[in-house]
């Protein structure tokens, strides 16, 4: 099963490299991999996309919590929560294709960001599942270039995860 | 930790000598071990820990131990900390010095030793440039460390050491590296001087006290059992919880066995201990986990040497398992009631509520398992030719004990030797039994032997090695007399790697590639050029008074080249992948296999 796991470190150099090395050293899957500070600047926030059976799952919670750099943790996929992903996508944008594209980010609540006489950048937020129907939904060949920034989650209702 | 009695008592505490003084980083390095109590500091000197080499030279609260290679100061700090319970430190210089520690850091790490190692590093100012003997020592420890720090400024110094210990000693114990560049350490440059005496950190509050609910399930099904076993571990030597445990074991007559690292934490001469289970442990010990109805699994991590193929471990078991980290929990074999805690807690509050809840104690509810025990221990699974003209490793390990009296350290090399002095020396007591367990590191025995003897110096040490093994540290052998240190080498001499010997014997059709040990050196005289007494026995008659002859030199190291049947295998063994049920007894036992 995919697990979307919230992580508190403490904002050290090497951190993010632990959690890295951790996963490639005991083989656990990750699917995606995002850290930025938080409004705490000693504190990073990570978000981690990981599949693998119960066990397993269990097992990379508590790695994760023996790190001595984790202050704190939650999966979120154990209660409601909201999943976002942004993405930026560069595509080639000539004659009628313009017009088709221009329809495709509206339908998609996406939004170009930048312009050229041949091409676009389009920027699109939401959740992973809906960034691949919009990779999907460009025609063929169109696409240059696409950046992901690996999902990000916060659990719904009024508890936050802070320390 | 470092805490003095008048801290524990609550009282004010001493503030350390130098607090307020200005110190330079090589200064603040050396005055911080010193207030942690340190006695013993292992090392090997280099360009960038010149600065703290020259702090050493300039103080005398801190005795170095100048090893001859830097994986025997990690050795030598872990066989100081496992025989003390103390934490192990070492300093190495950058580069080679740093890599060279490595094995040891593994080796401490695998099997959850107290340890500091200080190594240095190239200066803040060209870390990252391929600057001469840089290698990024964070990095490449970072796997088998339990944390680790680079100091980049001398402000944080002290406060980060006190942080290294604090981690290295709770919790689960383990090595902490703190690596600091040589700027860092620059004696021109002087802040003032305060050792913090407390460390709180945010993220890592290690369990004490395990959850009175988990225990209340545990005491019941320990209450209902009708074929328990206590497995015991390495964590019950570490959390220094052998008492508990003891008091526990006779109060429920229940039977104990115990892993390689466990070993003495439960007397091993009792006779409610059933002897080690696992790979290579008593046909008694495996059965009994075979059908054992309730397990209690106190601090060991069911190893893979010991739980045999998981689909077949204790098939009919309700498994109760105590341990201070919780990934060890449910990691390999899933249990039913896991107990977060240190053991010695655990214990306590397991014994208290035993009490309030058992039956009348003259009642003997396990009466009809300690009958099968009877019988599986009537195989006598551990038997050996007695008569043979060569001497047996295991009549070698026998005289040992006899010649000490049961009153050693024993440390070990890793191999067949390794195994028979687990088998036939029975410890009474913990941190007796010294050896590499997880990381199975050949080469750890002799230098571990020297941290035992530093630390006490009047006691009966020994290393018990094999041809192959003693050779990957030899060179300690320079150390131990520098140092006058009089470790007693047991060198069960097969002239094969016997270990290598037995699985090839076994599962390679004797195809005996590259396990023979050929153009060994001539060991008496080796000894003798390090400056110690070489001796050589090759009679099993001879032993005996050889060893006693051996352990009378109390002021000097002794290697006794002892050779051995160079055929003889360890039984019992179970093969990987095989189920406990499933042992291989020793050829002349097997007609009466009952498994
Ligand atoms: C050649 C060879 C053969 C071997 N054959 C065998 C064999 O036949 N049988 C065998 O048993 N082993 C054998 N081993 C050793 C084996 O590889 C493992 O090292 C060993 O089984 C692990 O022991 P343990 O489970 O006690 O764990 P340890 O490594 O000692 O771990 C201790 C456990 O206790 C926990 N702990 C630590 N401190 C505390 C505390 N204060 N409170 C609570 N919990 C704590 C830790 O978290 C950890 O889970 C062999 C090794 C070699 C090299
Ligand atoms: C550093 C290292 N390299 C290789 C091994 C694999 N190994 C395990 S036992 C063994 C043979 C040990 O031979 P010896 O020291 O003579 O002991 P014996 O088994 O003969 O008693 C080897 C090579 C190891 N454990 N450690
Ligand atoms: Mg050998």
Redesign the interface.
């Known amino acids: 099963m995919r697990h979307i796991i919230a992580v508190l470190?403490?904002n050290e150099?090497?951190a993010l490299?632990?959690v890295a090395?951790l996963f490639s050293?005991r083989g656990y899957n990750i699917e995606s991999l995002t850290v930025a500070p938080t409004d705490d600047p000693t504190l990073s926030r990570m978000t981690l996309v990981t599949t693998g059976n119960d066990?397993v799952v269990?097992?990379i919670k508590?790695?994760l919590?023996?790190l001595?750099?984790?202050?704190k943790l939650l999966d979120l996929s154990e209660g409601p929560h909201i999943e976002r992903e942004m993405m930026m996508i560069k595509v080639r944008a000539e004659r009628h294709d313009r017009e088709e594209l221009k329809r495709l980010t509206e339908i998609f609540r996406a939004k170009i960001i930048d312009v050229t006489d041949t091409s676009y950048v389009i920027e699109l937020t939401g959740a992973s599942k809906k960034l691949d129907a919009f990779i999907d939904a460009v025609p063929e060949g169109l696409i240059v270039e696409v950046v992901r920034s690996g999902p990000t989650g916060i659990s719904r209702g009024d508890k936050g995860l802070t320390? | 930790m470092a805490l003095s009695e008048a801290q524990l008592d609550g009282a004010e505490p001493e503030r350390p000598e130098r607090s307020g003084v200005e110190l330079s980083g090589a200064e603040i390095v050396i005055q911080a071990l010193a207030d942690e109590g340190v006695e013993f500091v292992f090392g090997y000197p280099g360009g960038a820990v010149l600065h703290i080499y020259d702090a050493l030279f300039r103080q005398e609260s801190v005795k170095h131990i100048l090893v001859r290679h830097e994986q025997g100061a990690s050795h030598a700090a872990d066989g100081y900390a496992r025989a003390t319970g103390k934490c192990g430190v070492c300093l190495v210089t950058s580069g080679p010095g740093a890599t060279n520690a490595v094995t040891g850091i593994a080796t401490a790490y695998m099997d959850s030793i107290p340890m500091v190692i200080l190594t240095g590093q190239v200066p803040t100012p060209v870390i990252g440039s391929d600057a001469f003997q840089e290698v990024d020592t964070?990095?490449i420890t970072?796997?088998c460390v339990?944390?680790n720090f680079?100091v980049k400024d001398v402000r944080d110094l002290a406060v980060t050491i006190r942080k290294a210990f604090y981690?290295a000693m709770s919790g689960r114990p383990g090595p902490v590296v703190v690596d600091i560049p040589k700027d860092v350490t620059d004696p021109n440059i002087k802040i003032p001087y305060d050792y913090p005496r407390d460390v709180k950190?945010?993220?890592?509050n290690p369990v004490l006290k395990g959850h009175p609910g988990q225990i209340r399930k545990a005491v019941d099904l320990i209450l209902q059992a009708k074929r328990p076993v206590f497995y015991t571990g390495g964590g019950v030597v570490l959390g220094e919880a052998s008492a508990q445990l003891t008091d526990f074991v006779r109060m429920t007559g229940f039977p104990v066995t115990s892993t390689l690292m466990g070993l003495g934490a439960y007397p091993m001469t009792d006779p409610q201990f059933i002897g080690m289970l696992g790979m290579h442990g008593t046909y008694e010990a495996n059965m009994a986990m075979h059908e054992t109805d309730v397990l209690i699994a106190i601090g060991a991590r069911f190893d893979d040497r010991v739980t045999g193929k998981i689909e077949h471990f204790c098939p009919h078991a309700k498994i109760i398992h105590v341990d201070v980290?919780?990934?060890s929990i449910?990691?390999n074999v899933?249990v039913h009631v896991p107990i977060v805690g240190q053991v010695a807690n655990v214990l306590s509050d397991m014994i208290k509520l035993y009490r309030e809840l058992a039956p009348r104690p003259d009642e003997h509810p396990v009466a009809d398992w300690w009958s099968k025990i009877a019988e599986w221990r009537a195989v006598d699974c551990m038997r050996y030719d007695r008569n043979s003209t060569a001497i047996k490793p295991q009549f070698a390990v026998e005289t040992l004990y006899k010649v000490t009296g049961g009153d050693l350290y024993l440390t070990s090399d890793v191999g067949q030797h390794q195994m028979f002095a687990a088998q036939f020396y029975p410890f009474d007591k913990p941190r007796r039994w010294i050896n590499s367990g997880g990381l199975g590191t050949m080469g750890f025995g002799l230098p571990a032997a020297m941290g035992v003897q530093l630390a006490f110096p009047d006691a009966q040490v020994a290393c018990i090695s094999g041809e192959a093994s003693i050779l990957m540290c030899i060179q300690e052998l320079a150390t131990c007399l520098q140092y006058g240190l009089p470790v007693k080498v047991i060198l069960l001499n097969n002239g094969y790697m016997g270990m290598v010997r037995q699985w090839q014997e076994f599962f390679y059709e004797s195809r005996y590639s590259n396990s023979y040990v050929d153009a060994l050196p001539d060991f008496v005289k080796l000894a003798e050029s390090f400056g110690h007494v070489g001796m050589r026995v090759d009679q099993p008659a001879d032993l005996e008074a050889a060893m006693t002859e051996a352990f009378a030199m109390k002021n000097r190291l002794v290697f006794m080249d002892v050779i051995v049947d160079p055929t003889e295998n360890v039984y019992p063994m179970i093969a990987a992948g095989k189920g406990h049920h499933e042992m291989h007894l020793a050829p002349s036992l097997s007609d009466r296999e009952l498994a």
Not at chain 1, 68 to 71: E, L, S
Not at chain 2, 201 to 204: D, H, I, P, V
């Open positions: 470190l403490e150099a090497g490299s632990r090395g050293a066990d269990e097992q508590k790695q919590n023996k001595i750099d984790t202050v320390i | 964070v990095g970072r796997p339990k944390h680079l981690i950190m945010r993220s890592y980290d919780p990934s449910s990691k899933k």
